[in-house]
């Protein structure tokens, strides 16, 4: 997922792969500190590819919306 992302920033701004690289951990980076912890810890899950990482990106973000519905009590629809 990580190389996606490189990747994809790359090929969106015309950075270089390296300049994007650096460009994805500072997001990344943030996110994780400001993230709740159980959050936190599912985007590393699925940026290493674990189990919560497995299908396709509209996959991902519903699991991720289901997350944060499930955390603030709404039920997921």
């Known amino acids: 997922m990580m190389d996606e ?3 994809e920033l790359s090929r969106r701004t015309g950075l270089s792969p ?3 690289q650096e460009v994805v ?3 990344i980076t943030h ?3 400001r993230l709740p912890e159980p ?3 599912g985007l590393d899950s699925i940026l290493a ?3 919560a990482g ?3 990106l509209a996959d991902k973000a519903v ?3 289901t997350s944060l519905e499930n955390m603030f009590g709404k039920t997921a629809t």
Do not use: C, D, H
């Open 25 to 27: 951990n500072v997001v």
């Open 5 to 7: 992302l490189v990747q």
């Open 18 to 20: 390296e300049k994007s």
């Open 63 to 65: 699991a991720v919306a």
């Open 39 to 41: 959050l936190s810890n």
């Open 49 to 51: 590819g674990g189990a």
């Open 54 to 56: 497995s299908g396709s």
């Open 31 to 33: 996110l994780k500190a």
